[in-house]
């Protein structure tokens, strides 16, 4: 299946079965049951002390505090207090390291316009930026907050600031031609417009094609929140080194 900045307005417009009129009343309830609000997901938050004593969990972790026991019985006194400093700099690291992850999201979520202006029924109308849906045609000016992804159908000089997610700082010009590659990067994809995006410049009618969790920016929530469940590798490695070395 071809990607969105791959198709022809004519032909991203059949896909999402919408005209250039927008989505009806009906269409967008029923959208809203499939797609849920436009909004970035989270789990549930954990203390700082839940999140501290997970990090005392992991089999290595396990594994050593075995060994300082046996050390503290053996009367090596110095090897037991090494083994702990180890382990409570290792829960001190991963407790750290989680909530790094809990306010990269927060930030993530500050990055949403409270409302968009959208083309329904065959006329403009400001909804709360949670309520659009895939499918709506979405209008921007200079000034505005992206809500959604979207191809572009109309083009009028815009231009975008996509810093917050490709880390860009430069302004993109956008169009509404087709583009005929395959597998171009992000930043390349410039019939396209990404949620979290400012408008610096122009204006255009855009065709949104992913909302919430779906967008590129919810992809990023969603791998920061598996970044709180999981400890990296290179920390339990160096817990491992440390530790051994002293043996």
């Known amino acids: 299946m071809k990607e969105w900045y791959q198709l022809s307005k004519e032909e991203a417009l059949e896909r999402l079965h919408v005209t250039n009129n927008g989505l ?10 499939v797609h849920g609000k ?11 002390l839940r999140v501290f004593l997970e990090q005392f969990q992991d089999l290595l972790v396990i594994i ?31 407790t750290v390291q989680h ?42 000016e200079a000034g505005d907050l992206v809500v959604a992804d979207g191809r572009i159908l109309e083009n009028y000089s815009l231009q975008v600031n996509e810093s917050s997610l490709t ?19 992000l930043a390349d994809r410039t019939n396209m417009v990404f949620s979290s995006a400012l408008v610096t410049g122009g204006r255009a ?7 919430g969790m779906d967008s590129e920016i919810g992809k990023i929530a969603s791998l920061m929140n598996e970044t709180k469940k999981k400890r990296l590798p290179s920390r339990s490695a160096w817990t491992s080194s440390a530790a051994s070395w002293r043996w």
């Open 38 to 48: 436009n909004a970035l997901l989270e789990s549930r938050k954990k203390s700082t």
């Open 64 to 94: 050593l505090i075995i060994a300082a026991v046996i050390s503290m019985m053996s009367d090596n006194v110095e090897s037991t207090m090494v083994i702990f400093a180890v382990i409570i700099l290792n829960a001190i690291l991963g």
């Open 205 to 211: 009618v855009v065709l949104v094609t992913a909302t």
């Open 167 to 185: 880390g860009e700082s430069t302004n993109v010009d956008k169009h509404a031609q087709t583009i005929s590659k395959d597998q171009v990067p």
């Open 24 to 33: 009806s009343s009906e269409q967008v309830q029923k959208l809203q049951e």
């Open 99 to 140: 909530q790094k992850a809990e306010k990269s999201l927060d930030s993530l979520k500050s990055l949403s316009s409270p409302s968009a202006k959208v083309r329904r029924d065959g006329r403009k109308t400001e909804v709360d930026s949670t309520e659009v849906v895939p499918g709506d045609i979405l209008l921007l």
